[in-house]
C-alpha cells in the first residue's frame, strides 16, 4: 500500500518535542506577565532600610542619640525579655520600662531619635534571658505585654528574635503567633500599623526546621509578617573550607529564599522572587563572631552590602553598633569576643555600620504601613474601572490595530497588530503569539486619557464614488483615513471589522497628535 508522504512516519518523538515546546512558550509568556507584575510589587514596596542592632544594657552605654554619619541613623534596640519568671516586659531582665527611663535616661534619648527623624524599632528575646513567651501562659496576657512596650514607645516596628527555648518550645511559638496576629489586627483596627520581622538563626544551607516551623505558625495563625531577617553569623563547620564569611553569608540568604518560596506557596499566598528578597534580611555579627574562626571582615561586610542592594533585601542590620570599632590596645587576645569592639585591628569607628548601610535609604517606620502579606486576587475578582483608567477597557467583541493602547486586569496593554478576541493576559500564549505587550499597571490617580481629534472637515469628506488611490486621506464619522491602494466604494469602516484585507487604515493617535501639533505651529508662525 503506498503512502500518501513517502519518506516520513508517525513519530511518537517529535510529537511529544512538539507538545513540549508549545508547553514551553505558553510558559514562557505566562512567566513574562508574572514577572512584570513581580517587579511592579517589589518597586511599589517601600525602601529597603538598614538598621543596627544596639545592645541597651550593654556597658560602656552607647550613644545611639548622637550617631553621625555612621550608618546607625535607624536602630534596633535589643532586648525586650521576660521580667525573670513574671510576665512583664523588661529590658536585658535588669530594668523594667520605668526603671530603663530612670537609671538609662532611655525615653529622653529615644525622644530625641524621633525629633531628628530617626526610626527605633524594639527586637524581644535574643540568645539570653526569657522571651516575654515563655513567661506569659496566655495569648492575651503576652500579647499585652507586647503592647505595653509598643505603646510606651510608639513602635510601628517589632522584631521578634528567636533563639534557643523561645524558638523550640512548640506552645511558646504557638502562643507568641496567636498574640502577635491579635495585637496586629487590634492596633490595624485601630488605624495603626504594625510591621513584624521573625529574626531566626540560619546556617548556609538555611533556616532550621524549628526556624520555618516558627514562620509557618505565624501564618497559619493570621500575622503578616513583614519578613524574616536571618542572622548569618556563627556557621562553624557548616561553612565550606575555603569559604569567606560573606560568600556563606550570601549563601544562606539564597538558601532561604528558596525555603521561603515553598513556605509561601503552601501557605496559598505565593510570591514573586522580587517580591520574597523583600521579605528576607540579613544580619551579620561583625568582626571576630563567638565560632573562633569565624572573621566577618569589611569585605565581606562589602559583599553582602552589594547582594542586598542587587537583590532588594528588605533589611540589612548588624550586631552590634556596641562593637563597631577596633579594640583597645589593652585588649590581649582580640580572638575572644568582646560586647564592646569587634576584633579588626585598626578599623574606623562605625566601619562596619557605613559599609551595611550604603544604598539602603528606606526606613522601618515607612516599611510599616506596607501590606506585606495579603490574598492574591483571582482575576476573575479585579474589576476594571473607566473612569480611573487611562485608556478604553479591553472587550472580547472590539477590533484592536496596532499601536493601540488598552487596559486589562488594571494593567495597560498596546496591540503589536490588529487583533480581536484576543485576551492581553493569556496565561497560555507565548510571547511571540500573543498580540499584545505588556507597558506596566494602571497608577494610583490615573484617568482617561483623552484620544485627539482631528477637526471634522480636516481632510475632505469620504465618497463612495470617488476614486482613491494609495496615500490619499478622508474624513468619516469624525475619524481620519489613509487609503492604502487604489480603491472605488469601498467604505473605511472596513479596516474596523478586516483591517488585513480592508483598502483603508485608521490614522492613530500618534498621527493624529502630530497633525495637531503642526497645525497649531502654522497658525502661530508670523504671516499666518
Known sequence: MSRRFPGRRFSVLRLSVLVLVLAVLGALGYTQV??????????????????????????????????????????????????????????????????????????????????????????????????????????????????????????????????????????????????????????RAEGGDLAVWLTLPVAPAGLTREGIDAVVSALDAGVDVAGVNVMTMNFGGSREDDETMGEASIRALQSTHRQLDAVYDDAGTPLGALSLWRKIGATPMLGQNDVAEDVFTLDDAASVNAFAVENGLGRVSLWSANRDRACSANVGDTTRVSDSCSGIADQLPGAFATALSADLVGSPNDSAGAVTQSEPESLDEIVDDPATSPYPIWAETSSYPAGTKIVWHRYVYEAKWWTQGDVPDDPVAAGDDTPWTIIGPVLEGERPVPSPELPADYYAAWDPGTVYTAGQRVMLDGSAFQARWWNQGESPESSYADPGNSAWTALDDTEIRRLLVEADQDQAAPGS
Open 34 to 187: 508574572q514577572h512584570v507584575r513581580d517587579s511592579v510589587q517589589a518597586s511599589s514596596a517601600s525602601s529597603p532600610w538598614f538598621a543596627a542592632y544596639v545592645d541597651a544594657t550593654a556597658t560602656p552605654v552607647y550613644a545611639m542619640e548622637s550617631a553621625e554619619g555612621d550608618g546607625t541613623a535607624h536602630t534596633a534596640l535589643s532586648f525586650v525579655v521576660a521580667d525573670g519568671a513574671a510576665c512583664a516586659p523588661s529590658w536585658g531582665g535588669f530594668y523594667d520600662l520605668d526603671e530603663a527611663a530612670a537609671a538609662l535616661d532611655l525615653d529622653r534619648r529615644l525622644a530625641r531619635m524621633e525629633d531628628e527623624d530617626r526610626d527605633m524599632i524594639v527586637s524581644f528575646g535574643g540568645l539570653l534571658n526569657d522571651e516575654l513567651a515563655l513567661a506569659c501562659d496566655t495569648p492575651a496576657a503576652l500579647a499585652d505585654a507586647y503592647r505595653e512596650v509598643i505603646d510606651r514607645y510608639d513602635l510601628t516596628t517589632i522584631d521578634l528574635d528567636l533563639e534557643n527555648e523561645g524558638l523550640t518550645d512548640a506552645a511558646a511559638v504557638a502562643r507568641r503567633s496567636a498574640a502577635v496576629a491579635g495585637l496586629q489586627r487590634e492596633i
